[in-house]
Structure formats: C-alpha cells, structure tokens
C-alpha cells in the first residue's frame, strides 16, 4: 500500500494544492498578500497562490509528524534570519499562518484537535492524502517500471 512516506514530498503537495485550490472552505483570507510567512523573511511570498501549497504542507506535516501544535509546525516552516553582520541564528515561522491553515483544515474534515493538545489527521484526511500518493506512484511507474512493485 503506498502512502505519503513513499512519494516525493514536492509531487504530492503540489497535488493536494491543486486540489484545495477547488475547495471553498479552503479559500486565502483577505491578509494573504501582504503578510510574511516568519520573521526570518524579507517580503511577502511572490507567488499567488503561495496560500494553497502552504495548506497542502501543513496537512502533510500533521500526518508525518502529529499529534503536533502550532508551535513545532512554526518551527518547521521557519528559517535563518539575516542579521547583517552578526550571524545567522534561526527563527520560526508565522504562528497566525500555521493557526488559520489548520482552522482551514478542520473545516475540510483533514484535521481535528487533539484530547491532549495538538492536531492530528483525521481518517478522512489520512485516507485522501494516501490516496494522492497512490495516484503519484502510479505515474511515476509508468516512467520507471521498477516502482510498480511499491503500487
């Protein structure tokens, strides 16, 4: 059985972008073009639908890595921040961006909060991503028949 672990992650969150991007619950709010994805950037992203991969991303971290908060998912979206001359030190990514991706998520029923704290996938978001996935090794084995044995 293929799941997220066995595609590429870059294939799969472009796959599920495209699909968000149909959803009307999914939908950038009116801040989007102007807010920084952290404190360790400069601008704006330059992409205009920078909202949708970034939800994508999300769904497929709180399935790699939850049960998880907003706190280790900014982590995870951060970077370094430049500081001139002094060194670079790291920095974590927007909360409010990570809170409102995964309000998004749970109104798409991928997501739900957790007894303890936290996010976890819900069955539903589970079984489309897996389902994603297996659609992505079924063209990546037309290319390579080798990975038809992963199907």
């Known amino acids: 059985m293929t799941t ?10 472009e796959a599920v972008a495209s699909d968000l991007r149909k959803a009307k619950q999914a939908q950038p709010p009116p801040w989007a073009p102007f807010v920084k994805t952290g404190v360790h950037r400069e601008k704006s992203p330059s992409k205009k639908d920078w909202w949708h991969t970034r939800l994508a991303a999300v769904l ?17 979206f951060g970077g ?5 001359s002094s060194p ?3 920095r974590k990514g927007s909360r409010s961006v990570i809170r409102t991706c995964l309000t998004q998520l749970e109104g ?4 739900k909060k957790g007894d303890k704290g936290g996010r976890s996938i819900t069955p539903k978001g589970q079984s489309y991503l897996d389902g994603k996935a ?4 079924t063209r ?4 390579r028949p080798e990975l038809a044995k992963y199907l």
């Open 4 to 13: 997220v672990y066995d595609v590429p992650h870059d294939l799969l969150v």
């Open 60 to 76: 497929r971290k709180v399935y790699i890595r939850g049960p998880v908060g907003t706190e280790r998912l900014a982590g995870e």
């Open 80 to 84: 370094a921040r430049d500081a001139g």
């Open 88 to 90: 670079y030190h790291p």
């Open 108 to 111: 798409l029923g991928y997501v």
């Open 134 to 137: 297996r659609q992505i090794m």
């Open 140 to 143: 990546m084995a037309k290319k």
